[in-house]
């Protein structure tokens, strides 16, 4: 799968922007890009001193690659999420996820933006899955659900979002033919007691991504970057 994902990246000829948040999916795609001498710079979002800004800085430094960190002040998260939420987005975790999203999207100069949407889904990475653990048919099932909500709020929220600032968004991890090949793999490939994402784990090992970055526990973006906590005090006042 390590060369399915260097042809999917390869296809891009255009300088362009990644989101790092510093865990395994996203620093994958930087090394990725780093061994194929594309023209790409790291951005990483967050309040000052978050977890996301301190991982970020660590995986560009093992990486050796730039990074520009955009920091978010209370008050210009509490605009985003104000203007997030005007384009539509629906729930209040969808609009975390959002105002994250909008706030990288809103200071990256490029016009195309990599993340890494769609590894936690294929790869069977979200903690829900090892709970459930050893019921293989209920995660199968669970990864479907997963698979679908992904695809639901990629059109709902995150294509809002790009749309506006005129952006065009690629996910390598949500690439058909990566998809295609990701979902021959079972749970018991993916995950034991002790380790999710496995074959990404796998393919990370094979690019050469630093040991310390392979087992980077999973953190969401809105609770990397320091948001979810603010907005959740400031519901109230933000009447939602």
Do not use: W
Not at 40 to 57: K, N, P, W
């Amino acid at each position: 799968m390590k060369e399915l994902l260097l042809r999917v990246i390869k296809q891009i000829n255009k300088p362009f922007a990644l989101l790092l948040s510093g865990g395994i999916d996203s620093s994958i795609l930087a090394q990725a890009c780093k061994l194929l001498n594309k023209d790409f710079t790291c951005y990483v979002t967050g309040l000052q001193g978050s977890h996301d800004i301190m991982r970020a800085e660590k995986a560009a430094g093992l990486i050796k690659i730039k990074l520009v960190k955009i920091i978010i002040t209370k008050q210009e998260l509490i605009n985003n999420y104000k203007s997030a939420n005007l384009l539509g987005v629906n729930g209040f975790v969808n609009q975390s996820i959002a105002t994250t999203l909008y706030s990288a999207l809103k200071a990256v100069k490029e016009n195309i933006v990599m993340t890494g949407q769609g590894a936690d889904e294929l790869f069977y990475g979200y903690k829900a899955f090892q709970c459930l653990l050893p019921d293989y048919k209920l995660i199968n099932k669970l990864r479907q659900e997963k698979l679908d909500e992904l695809r639901e709020s990629f059109i709902n929220r995150d294509l809002l979002i790009a749309d506006h600032f005129g952006k065009e968004l690629i996910n390598p991890y949500m690439k058909p033919e990566f998809v295609k090949e990701a979902s021959k793999l079972s749970a018991k490939d993916c995950l034991n007691k002790k380790q999710v994402k496995i074959p990404l784990r796998l393919i990370g090992k094979e690019l050469g991504l630093p040991e310390e970055l392979l087992n980077t526990p999973k953190k969401a973006m809105q609770y990397g970057s320091g948001f979810n906590k603010i907005l959740i005090k400031s519901r109230k006042s933000l009447n939602t």
